[in-house]
């Protein structure tokens, strides 16, 4: 009995043979083209997909910051830039004010398109023509050479001042910009 488990002359070998040798399983040449074909264009696929989003996005690295301003009636003012986690002085500069009773205006908005702290500094001018005007419930659009984009909105004007900030230009106050 002992002989029949371990697969002596007893006729057992060829049955564990047969069971270990079963023959490959056909398949057809069509399909396998097939199957290739799909691969080669599901490959095709995800790279013209990937192309597509690199042209149309901007850059990853591009972050968003905020942006404070007090301008005087002189049309000199300063500014803080908050900016991964880091508070930059800014000095403000080039903008008109006149024949009104305000001490100070004050303006918030964000700098979009920034790669590094440097980018705020510049001179602007209005996105796409637009005139950058604040006021009563009123955002500007402004864009400096470097690509920074400021949305600036006004904090304490009256319903019926309304502000030109085309020409703004914007220093460094305390911090070093580098140079590139």
């Known amino acids: 009995m002992a002989d029949r488990y371990n697969g002596s002359s007893t006729g057992t070998s060829g049955l564990a043979t047969s069971y270990l040798h079963r023959p490959k399983i056909k398949t057809s040449k069509t399909s396998s083209g097939v199957r290739e074909s799909l691969g080669k264009a599901r ?8 192309l597509s989003l690199i042209g149309t996005s901007r850059p990853a690295y591009a972050e968003d910051g905020r942006i404070h301003i007090t301008l005087a009636k002189s049309g000199y003012g300063s500014g803080n830039l908050f900016y991964e986690a880091q508070k930059y002085g800014l000095s403000i500069s080039g903008i008109k004010i006149s024949g009104f009773r305000i001490r100070g205006i004050e303006l918030t908005g964000t700098a979009l398109n920034l790669n590094s702290a440097d980018d705020i500094v510049g001179t ?3 996105v796409d023509g637009q005139a950058p005007i604040v006021g009563h419930a ?7 050479p470097k690509g920074a984009v400021l949305e600036i909105q006004e904090v304490n004007l009256n319903r019926k001042f309304t502000l030109n900030l085309d020409g703004i230009t914007i220093k460094t106050l305390g911090w070093q910009a580098s140079q590139q």
């Open 43 to 50: 490959y095709a696929a995800v790279v013209a997909l990937a």
């Open 124 to 126: 602007y001018s209005g």
């Open 138 to 144: 009123k955002t500007a659009r402004l864009e400096n």
